[in-house]
């Protein structure tokens, strides 16, 4: 019993460790309209484009130290009108 409370423990321990709370992660979000397949390249394109403007503007030795990931969160629509019903 005492050896699954400790394995349990360590299994916690490690899931925790990986979460770095100093850390931000960065999403470009693409806006309304873009249901076509390519405009989901097109949002990952622009989120590898914001991350190299981070790098650039504030240095590689920031972002390594503050930015934890930067990826896209791509939201297809399927027209103003449909948009609008959702709402």
Known sequence: MNNVILLLLLFVSLAFSAIDECKSDVYFGNGILTKERSAEGSAEDNARLLEDAIIEKFGLD?????????????NRTDGAVIYVIKA
């Open 62 to 74: 920031y972002y390594k130290k503050h930015i934890g990931k930067v990826d896209y969160a791509y």
